[in-house]
């Protein structure tokens, strides 16, 4: 058995898909041809019955009466008598089984068990039908009719007889057979045809597999995720549903691919600026130790800051590129209710680190977000840093947060419209900017946490000059009972 089913699990879907259906109408067509057949032996044995009735009633009743006693005062291994059923097997039958039979009976019945008792027990108005044999073994149909006790020539009472009558089934399982044969023959043909068309239709319904099949291959030897399947547009079925998830995967992984290419190109044209002034620092260090040229204390110094400056800007944005790469599902490990309240107060105090020179208003409420809780921080902290970047000496910083609506408000040169659509894009800098540090990446990491804790960030033209970032969180004033607020 386990061999025949791993035979069928190594077909072809299609061939397993006909073998379905052959099976499926092979079972029905069974069904089918086994009921009828029946029906039809039902209806045939019921005629045979209504032929057998015949002259069971009425004065037939009284001469039946007459024949059986007449019969059993002259039985003897040579039946006597004329009987009442002509071309029938007919015969006596008494209680004790003794058996004498009409002369004009074709044969005799073997009589049953049956027979004795109904003849014993039954009443005269009952009759008994049975399938049994003749003297030769041929198959008959047996009628047993009581007839009550008999009486003799000298008045007394004899024993309880009745008449057995009986019918060849020869023409009948002729008939039978010839039904079943041609049941037979006809599921015979309908298993085959049944397959047939089952393989014909696994193979027009397999037909966009088969499509979809061989685009998977061609992305997987290609690497070409611009492959797309046709789907027609008012196709429902799940065919048509396979086949729009496969185009929207590849066009998922074309995206990703060249956001990744993207990041990829940006990362390491970014790196390079650093890289090239961190490598001409230190060859100018190697090459005062190697020539035994000192460098002037003063260029040496500037020369050692210059490099710890690069060394910053890389591990700022390595660190920045770590963020980006992380996977949703990492994130979503760490996500928490948390308190933008407490978030923003630790974010302020690195701030105030950062512009000692600048003065930053901060007027906040209690507000609780679901969120990654260093993601969120990290994010408020770059907002601020961009506000202290471009705020002048001695400038004000405006932080306020009311209702989960968090505004940072610096008083600096602002930011040109034009430029305003690509200020979270990766590694994007205004021209005015390029020569102040930072990798380009901090408005991106702002944006992707902010939307990945359900809120929106944007960013525009303050009135009065100056730049103003608002991000809007989802939330309530007091945290959910179940999920206490993150300790930050």
Known sequence: ?????????????????????????????????????FIVQGKLYEQLDRDLQRGTDGPQQVRQMQQAQFAL?????????????RGNYTQVVTESGKVCVFGDSVGTVEVARADENAIKNADRDKLYFRNGTDDDGNAVRVMTQPLGATVTQTGETGPKVGILVAVSLKSTQSTLNDLALILLLVSGVGVLGAGAAGLAVARAGLRPVDKLTEAVEQVARTEDLNIRIPVEEDAEDEVARLSRSFNSMTSSLASSRELQQQLIADAGHELRTPLTSLRTNIELLTRSEETGRPIPEADRKALLASVKAQMTELAS????????????????????????????????????????????????????????????ERAVVNILDNAVKFSPDGGTVEVRLNEGVLTVRDHGPGIPAEELPHVFDRFWRSPSARALPGSGLGLSIVARTVQQAGGEVTLGHAGGGGTIATVRLPGAPTPPPEAPAAVL
């Open 317 to 376: 944005l390595i660190g920045d590129l770590q963020e980006l790469s992380r996977s949703e599902s990492q994130r979503g490990e760490r996500v928490q209710v948390v308190s933008l309240e407490d978030t923003v107060e630790s974010a302020l105090r690195r701030a105030r680190l950062r512009g000692p020179e600048l003065t930053i208003d901060a007027s906040l409420e209690p507000w609780y977000t679901r969120a990654e809780p260093a993601a969120l």
């Open 73 to 85: 005062d002259n039985c003897s291994q040579t039946s006597q008598g004329t009987g009442v059923f």
């Open 1 to 37: 058995m386990k061999r025949v089913v791993r035979r069928y699990r190594s077909l072809p879907i299609r061939s397993r898909l006909a073998l379905l259906v052959a099976a499926a109408v092979a079972f029905a067509v069974a069904a089918v041809s086994v009921t009828c057949w």
